[in-house]
């Protein structure tokens, strides 16, 4: 295992909630990355939509998958959406029951090799094979969202995301963001 040459390998399916290795795997990478690097408050890495979302994680391993390194991570939150102070409000968006990736987080020593992009596609990919449907019983829109960090705005580009104008940029924990969408057709 070595960051110059990493053997990346998925978690096998999103986990959901709060209580598996899977999630505790995702928190190691999401404390260093957001917590440790970004100063991110801790308390608020964690969030009451963890419990709700599913959870993906990338791992360095050689063909010995019990010695595996979390090393990135992203998370699928279901709708419907409550907004919080300050968060725009996706214009036309305002009652609709869309996706979120979010929570998407590689360890420094592996950033360069490809480990994101795994991540995100993994997401979507699951997600174009799943339904959603909110607690108030509305169905998946097949519209996802992110929250992206402006400085990385460019690598959810690459993945197919747009830039939604309507919500400007705002702050997140001291780190300013932008909204972009992307379609996800159901396979």
């Not at 419907?80 to 996706?99: D, F, L, S």
């Not at 090799?113 to 909110?134: C, P, Q, S, Y």
């Not at 509305?138 to 309507?166: P, Y």
Request: net charge negative; glycine share 8%; proline share 5%.
């Amino acid at each position: 295992m070595s960051p110059s040459n990493p053997t990346i390998i998925l978690s096998q399916e999103p986990v959901k909630g709060a209580t598996s290795q899977t999630f505790r795997d995702a928190m190691v990478v999401r404390s260093a990355v957001f917590v440790e690097e970004q100063g991110v408050v801790a308390e608020n890495e964690f969030d009451d939509a963890d419990k709700h979302c599913y959870h993906i994680v990338a791992y360095d391993s050689d063909t010995d998958v019990s010695e595996k390194i979390p090393i990135g991570t992203i998370r699928i939150v279901p709708g419907p959406h409550k907004h919080h102070p300050g968060e725009p409000i996706p214009v036309g968006q305002e009652h609709a029951n869309y996706i979120k990736l979010g929570r998407w987080a590689t360890s420094k020593a592996y950033r360069g090799h490809g480990v994101g992009r795994k991540l995100i596609d993994a997401a979507v990919e699951w997600a174009a094979r799943n339904e959603f449907t909110g607690d108030d019983g509305s169905e998946w829109n097949r519209m996802c969202l992110v929250h992206a960090q402006t400085r990385i705005v460019r690598l959810w580009e690459k993945a197919g995301f747009v830039i939604d104008e309507s919500m400007g940029e705002w702050d997140e924990e001291g780190i300013m963001h932008r909204g972009l969408w992307r379609r996800i057709p159901k396979v």
